[in-house]
């Protein structure tokens, strides 16, 4: 195995239950754990609205890469799973925040998957 293998641990109480690294750099690609739309302290956000969910969970993907020496513009894909198809509304939303995350240059590509 190669040595350029660097593994950080989960972050929150609820990440360590899920038994997986929050983030593996493996030379220069990083590889993010899903990630849930909690808080700074790990709490999941209370509200019901699927593009506040993936505003906070997009910020904390961006936050991992961070972490592990990366920047926002690094990121080559997205996937999001809903269990619940998005409304109008919501769907604009998520949309933006994609949007806001990586601004109007390179941005990642997206695949959206309701399941």
């Known amino acids: 195995m190669t040595s350029d293998i660097e593994r950080n641990p989960a972050m929150t109480e609820l990440e360590k239950s899920l038994g997986a690294s929050h983030t593996v750099r493996a030379g220069n690609h990083i590889y993010v754990s899903g990630q849930l739309p909690t808080d700074s302290s ?23 890469v961070e972490a592990a020496g990366g920047t926002a ?31 109007d ?11």
Do not use: W
Request: charged share 25%; glycine share 8%.
């Open 73 to 103: 513009n690094q990121i080559v894909a997205t996937h999001m799973f809903l269990t619940r198809f998005p409304d109008e509304e919501e769907f604009v939303g998520i949309c933006d925040s994609h949007r806001s995350k990586f601004g």
């Open 42 to 64: 790990g709490e999941l956000i209370t509200t019901e609205r699927l593009d506040h969910h993936f505003d906070r969970a997009l910020s904390n993907v961006v936050a991992a």
């Open 105 to 115: 240059g390179d941005r990642p590509t997206g695949t959206m998957v309701y399941v």
